[in-house]
């Protein structure tokens, strides 16, 4: 075996040592027999852009991109997909054979997947979505669900004028609608909607817990929750016990680490139960 045989690629961010997602590389480098790596990298913010530059020299295939370097990432890569752009994040990026650098976004990819995984008969199309917060997450969340024909988004966020720029910086895009309602009404607008996905923080270990009554839900109506610590959350266990469908966060954290993998290692891996359990055998 060369060296050139050898394909490494890693997660850029600051801090960095929490990202599970050494683990699910890992995890497939050594199902799929692949000679490679996956490492962590630990920059910080005045170095993101020569450490981003340098990733050819330092013999890397690609990397992903966290907290804080996504948007820096999406201004510093030489072509930026058009859908990473109308997000505003890059999270993955490829090195292209002559150095330079294709930045993408497989957030929304690894949003619909889960849900179409999670969720038995999931249809996008089928009615109004919910979404909770206006942040990184629901920009990727809003984009796939309009990109999928959602008719209409119902967009609800802490800050309603965070809520109002986002719906009006992606109005016009797909057929469907984003309507911003207060977060006083949180429960109330539920009706008739297909699907409910929170993106905020709150029910995440450490946090304040999402308040918010589900009598209003229709019982076809599935509910996600994009947190993954704890994996089911408040939400999801008083969904769950109302008969609803429920999707954990982990299935977006494993399906969006598939595009990049395939960028790099050649290979579309799969999400697997033995995946799953590998990666929460290092959650707390």
């Not at 839900?217 to 429920?246: C, E, F, W």
């Amino acid at each position: 075996m060369t060296k050139a045989d050898f394909i490494q690629a890693g997660v850029m961010g600051w801090p960095v040592g929490h990202s599970l997602s050494p683990r699910v590389h890992g995890f497939w480098l050594k199902e799929l027999a692949i000679n490679g790596d996956y490492i962590r990298l630990p920059v910080e913010p005045e170095h993101f852009v020569n450490t981003l530059r340098s990733l050819k020299d330092d013999g890397f295939a690609g990397c992903n991109v966290t907290v804080p370097h996504k948007e820096a990432a999406l201004k510093n890569v030489d072509e930026v997909h058009p859908l990473a752009a109308r997000i505003g994040a890059v999270n993955t990026i490829k090195v292209r054979e002559d150095g330079s650098l294709y930045g993408f976004n497989t957030d929304g990819f690894g949003f619909l997947e889960n849900l179409y995984a999670g969720a038995n008969g999931f249809d996008p199309k089928s009615g109004p979505a919910v979404i909770l917060g206006a942040g990184g997450a629901a920009r990727a969340v809003v984009v796939s669900l309009l990109d999928a024909g959602t008719p209409e988004i119902r967009l609800l966020n802490r800050t309603r004028a965070r809520a109002e720029d986002l719906a009006r910086e992606f109005a016009g895009f797909g057929a469907g609608k984003i309507i911003v309602e207060d977060w006083g009404r949180r429960s109330d607008c539920l009706q008739d909607a297909a699907l409910l996905t929170n993106t905020t923080t709150l029910g995440m270990q450490g946090q304040r817990p999402l308040e918010i009554a589900l009598k209003a839900l229709p019982q076809a109506a599935v509910v996600n929750d994009i947190v993954y610590a704890p994996l089911q959350t408040d939400l999801l266990a008083r969904a769950k016990s109302q008969g609803h469908q429920v999707v954990d966060g982990l299935g977006m954290l494993l399906h969006q680490a598939r595009p990049g993998f395939e960028a790099w290692f050649g290979q579309m891996p799969a999400v697997s139960e033995a995946l799953r359990a590998y990666v929460l055998a290092e959650q707390p």
